[in-house]
Nanobody
Framework: QVQLLESGGGLVQPGGSLRLSCATA????????MAWYRQAPGNERELVAG???????DYADGAQGRFAISRDNLKLTVYLQLNSLRPEDTAVYFC???????????????WGQGTQVTVSS
């Protein structure tokens, strides 16, 4: 069974930082592309940052320079460092994995349950 478990969200003041983690199980993590998305109330889910199995990163325009995605293939975990947070960054942040399950060859997309990030003074 595939599991993606996000953690690290919370309430932070504008200008503050958070580090989100997404621990995975059941997927071939090193061969999976990972990404963070976010969804604010009333908005569609949007890409924040992605990292391929080979470590190539990509960022949404608003995340470039403030956020950093990274992965630890030994811990089967992907991270999102959030710096210089703004109230408009308030959203539920979701982890997405695209890759094969253990023992399979075809790729599937999996989502975590999300972690709330609230930026407010």
């Amino acid at each position: 069974q595939v599991q993606l478990l996000e953690s690290g969200g919370g309430l932070v003041q504008p200008g503050g930082s958070l580090r989100l983690s997404c621990a995975t199980a059941g997927i071939l993590f090193s061969k999976s592309d990972m990404a963070w998305y976010r969804q604010a109330p009333g908005n569609e889910r949007e890409l924040v940052a992605g990292i391929t199995g080979g470590g190539i990163t990509d960022y949404a325009d608003g995340a470039q320079g403030r956020f950093a995605i990274s992965r630890d293939n030994l811990k089967l975990t992907v991270y999102l460092q959030l710096n210089s947070l703004r109230p408009e960054d308030t959203a539920v942040y979701f982890c997405k994995a695209t890759g094969p399950r253990n023992g399979r060859s075809s790729s599937t997309t999996y989502w975590g349950q999300g972690t709330q990030v609230t930026v407010s003074s």
